[in-house]
């Protein structure tokens, strides 16, 4: 009953089913482009210091890394990116915030590979801990010794002082 209603070539709509079925762009999962973080410093620095870490990209065709792509969680730095091979430098001068669990992230679009795929972005870069600067702990524990002392003092001269009010001289 069906065919008696098609009326035509049936071979053209058959091949035009074909060319959209099999011209679907491919997608591929994921970036192409894979970035690898590795911390060149100590993970613990004063604040002052230096932080380097080193971004390495491994197939990619364009690099954009810039200073403006780099998120500091935490914490307050100079940025700068430097570049060397195929890898890219970020060094942080003059850290500050004193903490724990200070990182970067890496913004994406940061790297684009043949097929202009880009990088996705990095949250999960090495941790480092920020301590405060040595002059300042020197001066913090000299405070606190002359507090305590005080209150050593304090303490010793109220017991004296009432000591010496109970005592009973005989003549």
Known sequence: MWRARLKGNLFAPAVALLIVCFSVPSV???AAVKMNTVMLTPNSVREGDTVVYEVKYEEAELVTLTEKDIILMGFTADISVSEKENK?????????GVGNDRYIRIKGNTAFD?????????TATPHFSIKPQLFYVIIMYIISGIIIASLIFAVYYTYRKINASKSIYID
Not at 88 to 96: E, P, Y
């Open 28 to 30: 591929r999962a994921g």
């Open 88 to 96: 890219r430098i970020i060094t942080l001068n003059h850290v500050t």
């Open 114 to 122: 043949a097929e202009k795929s880009p990088a996705e972005n990095i």
